[in-house]
């Protein structure tokens, strides 16, 4: 069977979206004061139109994702989202800001803040939408799920590289870490479990604020033993 797209085409074209749309958010919108808090609406619909661009120009890949319907998966979405504003609440209710958190306020999921949650599910929508083209691009030209793991292996910790200088190395490694971690089970979801593109999701949003409360927690610590 002729692969939809040659896997240099892909590959090539892939790389250009994800720099194109990373890019005109971090170097147009983020200077102009939009981000996920400031202006979080703009910031969702951006992300949101973003997805909707690679699902309309890549459905022939994604078509073959929805079929079966079942609902399972979405009665756990929900369930996601509704601890994911539960541990809001009680981190802002009961927590205080360390001075980790504070000086490392530039990156939005440490400070927990409520706009975050839904311009980050909009965000998590446009990864995942490329994160789904990646793998089924792969699975096209006729890798094996061992092959395309490496792959995502490669291609998600080479992308948070940049994190090392941006955010430091403490941050920068935990996220690189998370990425070679992600990309072991995001290809099985994906290709191998029947609506596993849902879970796949849960599982990125669960990570942003899982992580959130534990630094939250363990940095709260630090303070008081330096104190």
Known sequence: M????????????????????????????????????????VTSVYFLAAAAIIIYLFWDYFRGLIGGFT?????????????????????????EISDFIYSHRQMPFLLMDYRYIISKLSNIAFQQSLIILLAL?????????????????????????????????????FFIVAAACAALFFPFLILRVHYGF????????????ISGLFFWFYFKKIDKAVL
């Open 137 to 173: 691009l792969l699975a096209d030209n006729g890798l094996r799920m061992s092959g395309i793991t490496i792959a995502f292996s490669i291609l998600f910790v080479a992308g948070h590289i940049p994190m090392l200088q941006l955010d430091g190395r403490g941050i920068g490694s």
């Open 198 to 209: 849902v879970y796949a999701f849960i599982a990125h949003q669960a990570f942003y604020m």
């Open 71 to 95: 609902i399972t998966p979405f009665y756990a979405l929900g369930v996601a989202l509704v601890f994911d504003a539960a541990l809001y609440w009680f981190v802002n209710r009961y927590k």
């Open 2 to 41: 002729v692969p939809i797209l040659s896997l240099s085409d892909g590959i090539f074209i892939w790389i250009f979206m994800w720099a194109l749309f990373w890019g005109v958010f971090d170097y147009y919108l983020r200077p102009r004061g939009v981000d996920y808090t400031s202006h979080c609406a």
